[in-house]
């Protein structure tokens, strides 16, 4: 691979006379530079980078209208450009407002246009005097050269020599998987990453430290860090497991939504006609079918009704655990019960459930019992959160199952209500049949 195309930057401190004279070339690059901007195409990412970078590069050297700072790498010291400034220059030619001056900024960096100094893990464009450089067109994104696995553990391998093991983190986590990906062909890696070492020690200091940071922005870009992936992964793993929840839930209710289903037999507030409410009252011996399936969704569906909890109730009683949900039921009246008869219903049911020796004493876990009694003492609405939900925790993963699969659910099932629904047009019919006979009568 051809790497010695890299660009250069440095002040040098030169005599009055060949200043001037490259301070008449610099200003006559700089009206050619306008003149293209306003004749070349803005839309091309890449024609448009080569006006900044020259523009800059004139700035740089002769006008000094842009602050240029140089910072650091060893020995050697490298020019630099200010986020505030590029962001100010990227305003002025471009007639835009700071705000998009700057999301354009980040855009060059995100694309590895530019590349930061001082924190090379954060792709974007600071209006501060963070420090940024101009990449050099051979990692340009137009260039496609796509960037390989043997290509990264070439380098990493380079940057391992030179390090003598030393990686950074997420560089160590690479270079091992690497390593076991390639190992087939590791010796070449290892052979070429020795060859690129030795021909980068040649280079001149300055030179080698501009490479390498060039190098380490285009493969901060194609490569991120394992933190960044994971937090991309976990984002992306988190969003599609919202819409896997979302799609599920939107197939199982979409026959009991009333405006996704009609109702049966009919909707009341469309007919006047209140069959439907008296089907599914609270109480009602014989429920629907539509209802007895929506307790099977969860055990949240089956507690809310109250007809779904009586037959859970009869369930629970025949298996002799029904202690669970009269805990949970009596946290429930505790919960949204009166104020004045709290103090009451928390000392009923320390005895009931809570107190040693209870006579319907509930199993949870050490700690949780802790945290409740000691709560019972200065009893509030909330007091007994945990522990309720522990309990629906325990009848949720092994109670609720065992009901759907047991006699007492598939009964009511057989027994359920499948209603028709109502024909309207046909009584419309036979109402003015009948209004028809008594008129000629």
Known sequence: MIF?????????NENSLKNSRKLRSGLSNMNDVDRSLKTQDMHSASNLLVLVKNSFTSIQRLESVVCIQSMQHSSSSLCSLTGKDIIAWIANKMKTTPEESNAFGTMLVAYGYIYPLQNHKKLVMCNDTSLYRFQTPYFWPTQKWVAEDSDYAIYLAKRNIRKKGKLEPYEQAHYNHLHEWLNHKWDFIVMQAT???????ERKKPDRVV????ERAYWILNRPPVSVCVCVLLCVFIYTLCLCR??????TYKNHDPFLAPCLPSNPWQTDNDTYWTLNMRRVDVPTKMRVERWSFSLFELLTDLRGRD???IFLKKEFSGENLAFWEAAEELKWGTASSMSAKAETIFKTFLAPGAPR????????MGLTVKGLEHPHRYVLEAAQTH?????????FFRYLKSPVYKDIQKKALNPEP??????????LFHAAVLSDI
Do not use: P
């Not at 490479?211 to 060039?214: A, Y």
């Not at 004493?361 to 050490?366: H, K, L, M, R, V």
């Not at 309990?391 to 109670?399: E, P």
């Open 422 to 431: 109502h024909n309207f047009r046909l009584v419309a019919k036979m109402i």
């Open 311 to 313: 037959d859970f109730k």
């Open 4 to 12: 010695d195309q890299f660009d250069q930057r440095t002040v040098s």
């Open 211 to 214: 490479f390498d940071c060039q």
């Open 361 to 368: 004493w509930i199993n949870i876990d050490g700690r949780t």
């Open 195 to 201: 060859e690129q070492y030795k021909a980068g020690k």
């Open 391 to 399: 309990v629906f925790l325990l009848m949720k993963k092994d109670t």
């Open 246 to 251: 979302l799609v599920k839930y939107i197939t």
